[in-house]
């Protein structure tokens, strides 16, 4: 059974930092890319980064690029998120998802099996 628990939402101000830490409780760890999505009020959910089961390939959405990265620890089993000068549409439910592959990082919601409940991030303007 995996397991994929979402850290380290909360408040910050605009302009702001935060890192969120998602830790995915599964021995095969290293076969899954991982990602993250998120979902504002309304509105579809969106991927934000994802990294590779080796981590030596990143993918960004265009919004967050510049001012997040994204990294995995394959021994500890987790993979963190931080995010630089926040804006206010950074506001979102943010999601860490599990999904197997070869090497490669898909930014489609339908590739990842294996989500967390979600932990929120709001932005103070």
């Known amino acids: 059974q995996v397991q994929v628990v979402e850290s380290g939402g909360g408040l910050v101000q605009a302009g702001g930092s935060l890192m969120l830490s998602c830790t995915v409780t599964?021995?095969?760890?290293?076969?899954?890319?991982i990602a993250w999505f998120r979902q504002a009020p309304g509105k579809e959910r969106e991927f934000v980064a994802g990294?590779?089961?080796?981590?030596?390939?990143?993918v960004y959405e265009d919004s967050v690029t510049g001012r997040s990265t994204i990294a995995r620890d394959n021994t500890k089993k987790t993979v963190s998120l931080q995010m630089n000068r926040l804006e206010a549409e950074d506001t979102a439910v943010y999601y860490c998802?599990?999904?197997?592959?070869?090497?490669?990082?898909?930014?489609?919601?339908?590739?990842?099996?294996?989500w967390g409940q979600g932990t929120q991030v709001t932005i103070s303007s």
């Open positions: 998802a599990a999904g197997l592959s070869w090497n490669s990082v898909e930014p489609k919601v339908s590739h990842y099996v294996h």
């Open positions: 599964t021995r095969a760890f290293s076969d899954y890319a």
């Open positions: 990294i590779s089961r080796t981590g030596t390939a990143t």
